[in-house]
């Protein structure tokens, strides 16, 4: 029976505490692919779980145009955070070598993983963030 995860950030000043429990929440998971629309707080998700693991906040930037950033945690581990939203086709995806990081055993984070789906491997922890009425960022995900 999956687990239903749920994290409400009540707002930005919440964001560090948040970065913490999904951390803790998501064990050794590796991969994580991050649904929302947009201006739904992916990016600064991100940001906020790559400071919580040590990565300087200066480092840290949408990939947008790069596909792909590689930052250095804390204890010299590296984080790849994909940006897929400029992707038209998957093949663009498995050009930049994706399954090599995929199978890198580092923390990947993708943003707009629905541009690639089929080629997201099945161990792929997929956590969707809305907003609710309130202007609080909710993620969601079952494991």
């Known amino acids: ?3 239903k995860h749920k994290i409400e950030i009540p707002g930005l000043d919440s964001l560090e505490t948040a970065a913490a429990e ?3 929440e998501i064990g050794q998971n ?4 991050l ?3 947009m201006g739904a707080g992916k990016t600064t998700f991100t940001t906020a779980v790559c400071k919580a693991l040590g990565v300087e906040e200066d480092a840290i930037s949408s990939p947008t145009f ?3 950033n590689e930052y250095r945690a804390r204890g010299g581990e590296s984080i790849f955070h994909f940006d897929f939203y400029r992707i038209d086709r998957p093949a663009e995806a ?3 070598g994706l399954y090599d990081y995929l199978d890198s055993g580092c923390l990947c984070i993708m943003e707009w993983p629905e541009n690639i789906e089929e080629l997201l491997p099945e161990e792929t922890l997929k956590v969707s963030i809305s907003v609710s009425p309130s202007g609080a960022r909710i993620l969601q995900w079952e494991d």
Not at 30 to 33: E, F, G, K, N, S
Request: aromatic share 10%; charged share 15%; proline share 5%.
């Open 1 to 3: 029976m999956p687990m």
């Open 22 to 24: 999904f951390l803790k």
């Open 30 to 33: 590796r991969l994580v692919a």
């Open 35 to 37: 649904y929302g629309a």
């Open 66 to 68: 790069a596909i792909v």
């Open 94 to 96: 498995l050009d930049i």
